[in-house]
């Protein structure tokens, strides 16, 4: 049915198709994902998040960082952390290649999504293993 529906939107199956492999592709990291964020989503809705501990308060973690200079120097700048970045721009491709029609674009936009998404990933490892 939501086929049925994408298609008479687009008159282009396998525009459809496409959409649906690079969502599944790169948006679902693990299976239990989408519900999770279901579940949060209800949670939230239903007022469970109203009244936690240290609510409106910065997360510890963040709050003291393992180096203060940077942190300062980065807020003083308006500068982001290299995986926010890289998330935004991964973000920002994703929907011009919704938006997109032309298979070549699509192609190269997609090629610009992995190669994104490739350095976020290693980026993400390195902060992982070294801070």
């Known amino acids: 049915m939501e086929i049925q529906s994408r298609r008479a939107e687009t008159g282009n199956k396998d525009t ?7 969502e599944r592709h790169w948006n679902v990291s693990h299976p239990l ?4 964020e279901m579940a949060m989503n209800a949670a939230d809705k239903s007022g469970e998040f109203k009244d936690l501990p240290g609510a409106g308060k910065p997360l510890e973690f ?13 807020k003083e700048n308006q500068a982001k952390p290299l995986a926010i970045e890289l ?7 994703r929907q011009a290649v919704k938006a997109e029609t032309d298979e070549s674009v699509r192609k190269s936009l997609m090629k610009k999504i992995a190669s994104q998404q490739l350095r976020l990933d290693l980026e993400l490892e390195a902060l992982r293993k070294f801070g």
Request: aromatic share 4%.
């Open 87 to 93: 998330k935004n721009k991964i973000t920002e491709l």
């Open 16 to 22: 459809y198709i496409q959409d649906r492999i690079i």
């Open 62 to 74: 963040l709050a003291s960082p393992k180096d203060p200079v940077i942190d300062r120097l980065m």
């Open 33 to 36: 994902n989408s519900a999770i």
